[in-house]
């Protein structure tokens, strides 16, 4: 298990207990990482994790609203969904870049019909951090696993971005067990860097069906090309 899957399997476990419930705080950043022996960027990375998948909301600062509140009640189907994101380790990659396909094409066509201009710039912004030629092939698909989870967030659909979300950890799995099967790393992070940009720019202009085509052969291609089937 990851170590930011030991906090995300911490909360459920307590929500389930109901040790956390509505509207009450998880542990600060410092405690849970020196309860469960990790890092803190770890348990940064879960509660990203918890927040988009609507379990949590976070707010900076040091008022009485600062810190990781709980917006879910335990009951909620959303607590399922972090049982799903710990079970994606165990799923066939075929079976979850279909899954991919059907959510992410969806998902771009709807951006393109109802995301402005702003809504972009957290996407655009991670694209700008990938364009760094010294990133390593997990530096480099760490992003890019925000890249698509942003870009799911953009259809107005908290589902279905939650789902993304819980996915993240497989879509990453996948993708960088797949690195050293391909024949040029360095060709094909420029290949994939033009086809994130592509899906943009047919987003950003309202073009749907091509955002839709884009996102699918640009997440079938790699699959076909590392011949993982």
Request: proline share 3%; hydrophobic share 50%; charged share 20%.
């Amino acid at each position: 298990m990851k170590n930011y899957e030991l906090v995300l399997s911490r909360v459920e476990a307590d929500l389930a207990a109901g040790r956390l419930r509505l509207g009450e705080r998880l542990p600060g950043e410092r405690s849970l990482a020196e309860q469960l022996g990790i890092s803190r960027p770890s348990v940064r990375e879960a509660v990203r994790v918890l927040e988009a998948m609507g379990v949590v909301r976070t707010a900076t600062g040091s008022g009485p609203e600062a810190g990781a509140v709980i917006v879910a009640e335990p009951a909620s189907p959303l607590t399922a969904l972090l049982r799903l994101h710990l079970a994606t380790n165990h799923l066939p990659m075929g079976d979850i870049v279909q899954t991919r396909v059907l959510l992410e094409s969806w998902t771009a066509r709807e951006a393109a019909h109802h995301a402005g201009v702003g809504d972009l710039v957290a996407a655009e912004e991670l694209l700008d951090r990938m364009d760094d030629a010294g990133l390593t092939p997990e530096e480099f698909h760490l992003l890019d696993a925000e890249f698509h989870v942003a870009l799911s967030a953009l259809a107005g659909n908290v589902l279905i971005a939650a789902v993304m979300s819980s996915l993240r950890t497989a879509i990453h799995g996948y993708v960088l067990a797949a690195v050293p099967n391909l024949a040029d790393w360095d060709a094909t992070a420029i290949g994939l860097r033009a086809e994130h940009r592509s899906i943009v720019a047919a987003i950003r202009a309202g073009r749907g069906e091509e955002a839709a085509a884009l996102i699918t052969a640009h997440i079938e291609g790699f699959y076909r090309a590392t011949q993982l089937r």
